[in-house]
């Protein structure tokens, strides 16, 4: 309702921020009666204790949009200055390098499955689908690139044109001369991580009935997003999470105290509490508590 709709009518669209010389828009452009009469500052800010903010814009160093940064302030805070936005414009290449600098290696890690349950659809050889579960039609959206207004608004035979096309044409063509045992799996890269895709071709039980393809939906993601899920869910403190992540990368204790900044007694602490916490006696039990978390899922 509010996204890059009504937020237009009470602040500037971030096309505007993304001409700025600085790449940083300022808290005093939303500072008058109209934002803070608005419905986007009533029903959006106002209910997550945000009062103000600065705005930034990331982009490549060729000038390619990544995204935008966003800080807020609640209303007891102190105001933004102009110094704070200053600062925020000379850190924008750093946070621009790291977030251009992650796509390529988070491709080539390892994947799991997604906590998510998978998603089905039958379909007719045509495109046509005939039923699907409830988050069907989210991962349909998620291979086109994600939700919009335009693509919401499309039938479900439209969407999914790198996927279901392809799915559906290489079943039509069976290698075997009985054609209703067909079956095959193909991955769909995303933004969100690579899609597992498997079909299988339904044979007809009825005289005059059409052959039906069921095709599941499987999300997965990158293993360390996984792994931080598990870690999230154990009684830790943020640095004992912290040694467990690093040991479980492969890192020995010596190495974990280097990264880390701190003495090698303050990583034997962690370990020590951690073990205690977790009825464990070894590094070797925590990497397979952790990789036995990973396969069922966090």
């Known amino acids: 309702e509010f996204h890059n709709r009504r937020d237009a ?38 209910p997550q204790g945000m009062h ?4 930034a814009v990331l982009r490549r160093p060729g000038g390619q949009l990544l995204g935008s940064l966003v800080l807020y302030r609640a209303p007891g805070d102190a105001p ?7 600062r925020l414009a000379q850190l924008l290449p750093v946070f621009a390098e790291a977030v251009a600098s992650c796509g390529p290696a988070i491709a080539d890690e390892p994947h799991l499955p997604a906590p998510a349950t998978p998603e089905t659809l039958l379909l007719t050889l ?15 959206l998620l291979c086109e690139g994600g939700a919009s ?26 290698a075997a001369p009985q054609p209703w045992t067909g079956s095959l799996r193909l991955v769909h890269p995303t933004a969100a991580g690579p899609l597992h895709a498997n079909a299988t071709l339904l044979g007809p039980q009825q005289p005059g009935a059409s052959p039906l393809v069921q095709v599941t939906l499987r999300r997965m993601e990158p293993q360390r997003l996984a792994l931080e899920r598990v870690l999230r869910a154990l009684p ?3 640095g004992q999470t912290t040694v467990c992540r690093e040991l479980h990368y492969g890192a020995s204790q010596a190495e974990v105290a280097t990264r880390l900044g701190v003495a090698p007694a303050t990583v034997v602490d962690h370990l020590r ?15 397979a508590l952790l990789d036995r978390q990973l396969l069922a899922g966090g």
């Open 149 to 174: 207004r335009d693509r919401l608004s499309r039938p479900w035979s439209e969407l999914a044109q790198g996927l279901l096309p392809l799915l559906l044409a290489r079943l039509r063509r069976p």
């Open 126 to 140: 045509e495109g046509v689908v005939c039923h699907a579960s409830a988050g069907a039609h989210a991962l349909l």
């Open 52 to 55: 103000t903010r600065v705005e």
């Open 236 to 238: 830790l403190t943020a």
């Open 80 to 86: 933004f200055t102009l110094a704070d936005e200053d």
């Open 9 to 46: 009518d009470a602040m500037p669209p971030f096309q505007t921020l993304a001409a700025l010389p600085a790449g940083v828009r300022g808290a005093r452009e939303l500072a008058h009666d109209r934002f803070y009469r608005s419905a986007l500052y009533h029903e959006i800010w106002k």
């Open 273 to 287: 509490k951690v073990y205690g916490a977790l009825g464990l006696r070894s590094t070797q039990e925590l990497r």
